[in-house]
């Protein structure tokens, strides 16, 4: 089994582990609290949104200019150090302009009802530099090929902590104050774990930077982190400016409501983001060296990997949907959310089925192009939400996201076609959507039961046991069985030596 295979199956099961523990959250949990999650929702994709101006496109520079310093001996001559300098001194910039962000969110967010929440406007500062730290060391990290403590960190820790502290909420042991610090706190213990991770591997080297001498390269870094910033900029508007146009446009409630739906629908994504994640720095080396033809057989099998996954998991949570809606507190409100879900999953099925194109342009001579289509895909998420939310709501938000994303990725794909001359898609794809559509019309003929929790099994079972033996059956992706057998074979092996 190969690098990418080995961390990646190990990030995936990190990550199910957290949708796991998300999930029965998701259901159990935040319903019980849908406005204080709702503020929560906003801070984070609002710090996430800061961030990104606070990083200065080092996220993708600490992969993409890697190979370039990397030199242990040296300690990597100090590019870490440089990282760590670029995004400190942003911050910096950052509180000198927050004032004027602050009246902005006075006027437009925290207004109205809202405006008892105006003062935790100030914790966007803690929150946007701790998530630009995590996403700086998740990146620098992936270099080495370790993945899979990053992910744990990053994936499972807020979705341990946050539960608590909304049952605390929800008890009356802490006020929103508290909700505010405790996630905070948490996501600053995720900063400072790997950061210990890299102290541990050897790796947090910080000497001068070399790149302080060298001109051209600075120039070249500088040029490459200034359309990733924007491009950056644009993605992460595209991402979450609906949960914050949500909350500003109708309340923090309805906020958690669109929320819930989107972590819903989140669990689709899950595999792809942990595959990109690792095949980045892969990417990034066979661009390099100008191996197209390794390029194009990770492309075709992110998609196909991607999507069969990816169809599953959709239809699966949307044959159960309505049946987990009723054991979720807050059932009413909930259900308002029924085609944010549906929406949301259909834009996650469309950017699985393109693959890792947007690695590829990030990684290619034509980075720059990543900002026309990024600012593009902003400007068409935040007009449609303008048109659709106040015509459609909840849903609205959900199909101004599937619209832009559809868009979006048609575009790269041509572009990716044009250019390279590659393509993800390959026949396998159709029989993978034949039998997931199949399986989803035969569990729609399951009758009702008066208990929703038997529904959920009943139909849960059907279409994953219908899918599943089709899939592996059929041999639709290699690699799955492949990862199949071997995750057989390593528990016969420790069952038998235990």
């Avoid at 998300?22 to 801070?43: C, D, N, R």
């Avoid at 599937?402 to 393509?423: D, P």
């Amino acid at each position: 089994m190969g690098v990418i295979q080995r961390q990646g199956f190990a990030s995936s099961i990190i990550g199910y582990i957290g949708v796991v523990i998300g999930g029965v959250s998701t259901v159990l949990i935040y319903p019980k609290a849908l406005e204080m999650y709702g503020l929560y929702q906003f801070l984070y994709d609002t710090g996430i949104m800061l961030g990104i101006f606070v990083m200065m496109g080092s996220g993708q520079a600490a992969v993409r200019f890697f190979p370039q310093f990397e030199d242990k001996s040296s300690g990597h001559q100090g590019f870490l150090t440089w990282l760590l300098m670029v995004n400190t001194c942003v911050f910096l910039l950052l509180l000198l302009l927050f004032p004027i962000l602050r009246g902005f969110l006075d006027d437009y967010v925290f207004s109205g009802e809202k405006q008892k929440y105006a003062e935790f406007a100030i914790y966007l500062l803690p929150f946007t530099f701790t998530l630009a730290l995590i996403n700086l060391f998740k990146n620098y990290t992936a270099n080495f090929r370790k993945i899979a403590v990053p992910t744990a960190f990053d994936q499972l820790t807020i979705k341990i902590t946050l539960p608590f502290i909304i049952l605390m909420y929800v008890a009356g042991w802490i006020d929103a104050h508290g909700v505010v610090v405790g996630t905070l706190l948490s996501f600053a213990f995720v900063a400072a774990g790997m950061m210990g991770y890299l102290i541990y591997l050897g790796e947090w080297k910080l000497t001068r930077p070399a790149i302080l001498k060298d001109l051209r390269g600075l120039k070249e870094y500088s040029r490459y982190s200034f359309y990733v910033l924007l491009a950056g900029i644009g993605s992460h508007i595209a991402f979450r400016i609906d949960t914050v146009m949500v909350a500003g446009m109708i309340q923090f409630q309805a906020a958690g409501v669109y929320a819930i739906g989107l972590r819903l629908s989140e669990v689709i994504l899950k595999p792809f983001v942990t595959l990109s994640g690792i095949t980045g720095p892969i990417i990034s080396q066979h661009i390099a060296r100008s191996e197209w033809k390794e390029v194009d057989s990770l492309y075709k099998k992110s998609s196909l990997n991607m999507t069969v996954i990816g169809l599953g998991l959709f239809l699966l949570i949307w044959s159960v949907l309505p049946e987990l809606f009723e054991i979720m507190p807050n059932t009413a409100e909930l259900q308002k959310g029924m085609y944010v879900v549906f929406f949301l999953g259909m834009a996650q099925i469309v950017d699985m089925m393109t693959g890792i194109n947007n690695e590829i342009i990030a990684y290619s001579r034509y980075y720059r192009v990543t900002l026309i289509f990024t600012l593009t895909l902003a400007v068409l998420t935040i007009v449609f939400n303008l048109l659709f939310i106040p015509l459609y709501g909840l849903a609205g938000a959900a199909m101004a996201t599937f619209l832009s994303m559809t868009i979006y990725n048609f575009v790269k794909l041509v572009f990716i076609r044009v250019k390279f001359g590659i393509y993800p898609f390959t026949r396998r794809i159709l029989p993978a959507i034949g039998f997931a559509a199949l399986a989803w019309l035969i569990t729609r003929l399951v009758p009702e039961t008066p208990s929703p929790f038997i529904d959920i099994v009943l139909k849960g079972g059907l279409f994953t046991g219908l899918y599943g033996f089709a899939v592996i059956y059929y041999e639709i992706s290699p690699e799955l069985n492949g990862w199949l057998r071997k995750a057989w074979t390593t528990w016969q092996e420790r069952r038998r030596k235990s």
